[in-house]
């Protein structure tokens, strides 16, 4: 079973910057992928981004592809998003996510195989 624990979440001003940090425990899968959901009060979770370990490929939501840069330490099975120029609604709880085997090969159209706990971040205006 692999666990994902996120940090780095908090309180910042518009057109600031948060980096997310997710560390998965557990993993044992060569085939493996980490990202990002996130889900603002009333509304559905969403896609953020997503790397696969092998071949360092990356996905992005269309709001965030430009400003959020996702990047993966694979040695120490991390996973960060480098938040930059915030805007008020990207506030929300972010999730990390993990997919395995060949969910891992798009991540994007698969419902995760692993959920972290969630991290707020909230931007002010």
């Known amino acids: 079973q692999v666990q994902l624990v996120e940090s780095g979440g908090g309180p910042v001003q518009a057109g600031g910057s948060l980096r997310l940090s997710c560390a998965a425990s557990?993993?044992?899968?060569?085939?493996?992928?980490m990202g990002w959901f996130r889900q603002a009060p009333g509304k559905e979770r969403e896609f953020v981004a997503a790397?696969?370990?092998?071949?360092?490929?990356?996905y992005y939501a269309d709001s965030v592809k430009g400003r959020f840069p996702i990047s993966g330490n694979d040695a120490e099975n991390t996973v960060y998003l480098q938040m930059n120029s915030l805007k008020p609604e990207d506030t929300a709880i972010y999730y990390c996510?993990?997919?395995?085997?060949?969910?891992?090969?798009?991540?994007?159209?698969?419902?995760?195989?692993?959920w972290g706990q969630g991290t707020q971040v909230t931007v002010s205006s």
């Open positions: 996510a993990g997919w395995v085997g060949e969910d891992s090969d798009y991540p994007p159209g698969f419902i995760p195989n692993f």
């Open positions: 790397i696969r370990w092998s071949g360092d490929s990356t």
């Open positions: 557990g993993r044992t899968f060569s085939r493996f992928a």
